[in-house]
């Protein structure tokens, strides 16, 4: 399985994702502020993996403290931990990590730990991040698997892939999980325009695996589906409101209208960390809005001309009446999902 993110003694090592699938090279993140600019420019994205990433990246900034108190560290913990916090805005697992964080710093100093107790303690924290999301992956693939026929054809948008996570995936976690169990699955990746995860990312994960790939430009989804070439659609999610409305990458939300313009079912995969009850409706999901250069540029090319006006939202809002089913590593939610999702946090494995 690919290594998207590790720890090593003094650095986070990441796969550089703005170079795949060109070139297979990793960053050696020094800094809590290296993490967090590689999360910003995108050398990690996914919204489990850039949780994991933020985790790791405050257990660094806190090994390298030369604080000798807990008192300046205290200090330096809640300003890395604002660092983080302001990569991006959208997936709600950046804040859950964080939040996860500062509850271990909070019972460490509650407990009167020294800097060697509390650095230790945040590097085992940002570790069990890490290997619960590969296990929240593995469950969420053996559910979701269930709801693949024998013979599927699967569209799947941007990358919900092992690049995206821990390892393993969400989306491509539940196809890893129907081709383990024998079904014959074939994959339909749009490229995802503009930072074409879809295509440089999923696509090259699915090849590896032997999975057949197919990569569509975005807008040619709506004549596969016409074409009756579509059987289920899975994508992942960047955060799933209360209602069970779900930010996800930009033109997921077109995606789900069409299929159920063609009676498509249309699952969406993500773990439990990714569900924000306090966030009621996808209304009042924060939608991150990134830089003009990604659409009218790709790579060192310029596509639109100088003083068009650009609009890119990194992420768009689809409303839970087009959702068939949310797959987490508890099972598998259906509507209603204001009940579903609630009653999914207080039991430990649904039906
Ligand atoms: O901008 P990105 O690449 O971070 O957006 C990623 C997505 O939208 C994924 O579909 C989502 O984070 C789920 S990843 C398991």
């Not at 297979?24 to 999360?39: D, K, L, Q, S, W």
Request: proline content about 4%.
């Amino acid at each position: 399985m690919l290594p998207t993110i590790a720890r090593e003694a003094d650095a986070v090592v990441m796969i550089d994702q703005r170079k795949l699938p060109a070139e297979e090279v990793y960053v050696r993140c020094r800094t809590a502020a290296e993490v967090a600019r590689a999360i910003k420019s995108m050398v990690i994205r996914g919204a489990p993996a850039i949780g994991v990433a933020a985790a790791m990246g405050i257990a660094l900034g806190i090994r390298n403290s030369k604080s000798t108190g807990t008192q300046k560290l205290a200090a330096e913990f809640y300003k890395i931990c604002e660092l983080m916090a302001a990569t991006r805005p959208t997936a709600v697992n950046l804040f859950w990590a964080i939040d996860r964080m500062k509850r271990e710093f909070a019972a460490a100093v509650e407990v009167g730990e020294s800097v060697d107790q509390i650095q230790d303690r945040l590097d085992q924290e940002a570790q069990l991040i890490h290997d619960e999301d590969v296990a929240s992956c593995r469950a969420m693939g053996a559910f979701g698997a269930d709801l693949v026929p024998a013979d599927a054809r699967i569209l799947t948008h941007c990358n919900a892939g092992a690049l995206a996570t821990a390892g393993y995936g969400t989306a491509l976690g539940v196809i890893r999980g129907a081709v383990e169990k024998g079904k014959r699955v074939v994959v339909f990746a749009d490229e995802t325009r503009p930072f074409l995860q879809g295509a440089r990312l999923t696509a090259w994960e699915l090849v590896r695996d032997g999975i057949d790939t197919t990569v569509i430009t975005d807008n040619m989804s709506g004549a596969l589906m016409r074409q009756g070439k579509v059987d289920l659609v899975i994508v992942g999610a960047d955060r799933i409101a209360a209602n069970g409305d779900t930010a996800n990458k930009v033109g997921t939300y077109t995606v789900a209208v069409l299929a159920r313009e063609h009676r498509i079912p249309f699952y969406v995969a993500a773990p439990m960390s990714t569900i924000d009850l306090n966030t009621a409706d996808g209304d009042h999901i924060p939608i991150e809005e990134r830089n003009a250069r990604e659409v009218t540029h790709v790579g060192g090319l310029q596509l639109a001309p100088d003083g068009a006006h650009v609009w890119n939202p990194a992420f768009d809002v689809t409303p839970h009446h087009l959702i068939a089913g949310i797959i987490t590593e508890r099972g598998i939610f259906r509507p209603p999902y204001a009940e579903s999702l609630k009653r999914g946090f207080e039991q430990v494995t649904l039906a």
